[in-house]
């Protein structure tokens, strides 16, 4: 997959991203940076709402001891916004991560109606995980 912005690592240890976000999923997060202001993803691995990465204002979804920040996307501030970079925090459960902790995982966006409080889901489109085997890309 070409065009992907990688994600800066957060997890104790790792020099390599294991978190990328594809040009369909960033042009996304620009729309609702622009009516939410900054963000935050959180994965839980949870059945329905929790099988997709779920976008919040950042803050609205409280972390803690039972969660791991995988990464932080750095993007360039918005035209007309403030002059600052954007960092945007990626979580997942921590008992999440230890099922997927090989994976490499791609941030997309595709057609669709976003679940639960996801700040995309009235948007039409969705965010999607896909994954692949870390050493496998």
């Known amino acids: 997959m070409t065009d992907l912005t990688h994600a800066r690592p957060d997890v104790e240890g790792e020099t390599e991203s294991r978190l990328a976000f594809t040009r369909t999923a960033i042009e996304?997060?620009?729309?609702?940076w622009a009516m939410h202001g900054p963000l935050m993803f959180h994965q839980s691995g949870g059945c329905c709402d929790?099988?997709?990465p779920m976008c919040y204002q950042e803050g609205e979804f409280k972390t803690g001891?039972?969660?791991v920040r995988l990464g932080t996307l750095e993007l360039p501030p918005l035209p007309g916004g403030s002059p600052a970079p954007r960092e945007i925090g990626f979580w997942m459960s921590r008992e999440q991560?230890?099922?997927?902790?090989?994976?490499?995982l791609t941030i997309?966006?595709?057609?669709?109606?976003?679940s639960g409080f996801s700040l995309e889901a009235p948007e039409g489109q969705r965010f999607l995980i896909?994954?692949?085997l870390l050493g496998a890309r």
């Open 28 to 32: 996304l997060v620009d729309r609702l």
């Open 50 to 52: 929790g099988s997709s």
């Open 65 to 67: 001891g039972q969660d």
């Open 97 to 104: 991560f230890g099922v997927w902790a090989h994976t490499h």
């Open 108 to 114: 997309d966006a595709v057609p669709g109606r976003g």
């Open 130 to 132: 896909r994954s692949t």
